[in-house]
């Protein structure tokens, strides 16, 4: 298969993930490996698109947008098929937004806000959601705590 993982690319994604600023040099030492062999093996995996990018992780709170929530939306169902596209494209570009998830079952999408708080909540829930013709319902969940891989982040 084109994609399996040998226990050293498997380690060398583990030390990414959990600090995706760590150097070659820390990974080779992590690893007991060459500094050449480390920065073979990383590449290989960009390359073959097993590691697709290292992202900063966001302190909401300190940002100023302490309170994050679920909303689970549902599409009307004739509009489902051209409203789609059109309702991806124009909510993942909003501010509030830190993903987008299309799902199957009762919900069409999930889409996860980071905001200053429940009034601000609501305004994006009835202004970029309830408001859309294409929008059947949605159900907001507030976040108390999440766990992303190994890091933890609370809100505090």
Not at 23 to 43: D, E, F, M, Q, W
Not at 47 to 64: E, F, M, P, S
Not at 79 to 87: K, P, V
């Amino acid at each position: 298969m084109p994609n399996e993982l040998t226990d050293l690319d498997e380690r060398i994604i583990e030390i990414l993930s959990a600090d995706g600023r760590a150097t070659i040099a820390h990974i080779a030492s992590s690893l007991n490996v060459a500094p050449s062999t480390a920065h073979t093996r990383v590449r290989a995996l960009i390359d073959r698109k097993l590691i697709t990018g290292v992202h900063a992780a966001q302190n909401y709170a300190a940002l100023g947008r302490g309170l994050q929530a679920m909303i689970g939306v549902t599409l009307r169902p004739g509009a489902r098929q051209e409203n789609i596209g059109l309702f991806t494209d124009e909510v993942r570009s909003l501010p509030e937004v830190i993903q987008l998830f299309f799902v199957g079952g009762s919900d069409d999408f999930l889409v996860h806000i980071a905001v200053q708080d429940s009034s601000a909540v609501r305004r994006f829930v009835v202004d970029h959601l309830s408001a859309r013709p294409s929008v059947a319902s949605t159900r907001t969940s507030i976040i108390f705590e999440y766990h992303r891989n190994a890091v933890a982040a609370d809100f505090s």
